[in-house]
Nanobody, 126 residues
Framework: QVQLVESGGGLVQAGGSLRLSCAASGRTFSRYAMGWFRQAPGKEREFVAAISRSGGRTYYADSVKGRFTASRDNAKNTVYLQMNSLKSEDTAVYYC???????????????????WGQGTQVTVSS
């Protein structure tokens, strides 16, 4: 089992940047593919980005491709989401999640993720 804690959210102007962090407990962090999802008010949760166990493979939603970058540091049990050129439509609660079953790649499907953080609010003002 793993516990996840997100941080780094906040209020930023459109065009600005934020870096989210997700710290994981336990000594088996490298055995989890990690994902980032977000949920805006009145909308369903949606996939943002995912990164494989080794960090060698990353996947992005079309809406964030070229602006967001997922990375991880397995020695620090932490996954990151660098968000640049933020837009008002990026406003949402952002969640990180851990998937213990996907070995090589990383899934875009939130049902593949067994463990979730509590979320961190990102608000982009226009």
């Amino acid at each position: 089992q793993v516990q996840l804690v997100e941080s780094g959210g906040g209020l930023v102007q459109a065009g600005g940047s934020l870096r989210l962090s997700c710290a994981a407990s336990g000594r088996t962090f490298s055995r989890y593919a990690m994902g980032w999802f977000r949920q805006a008010p009145g909308k369903e949760r949606e996939f943002v980005a995912a990164i494989s166990r080794s960090g060698g493979r990353t996947y992005y939603a079309d809406s964030v491709k070229g602006r967001f970058t997922a990375s991880r540091d397995n020695a620090k049990n932490t996954v990151y989401l660098q968000m640049n050129s933020l837009k008002s439509e990026d406003t949402a609660v952002y969640y990180c999640a851990a998937d213990p079953d996907t070995h090589v790649s990383a899934s875009r499907n939130d049902r593949e993720y067994d463990y979730w953080g509590q979320g961190t609010q990102v608000t982009v003002s226009s």
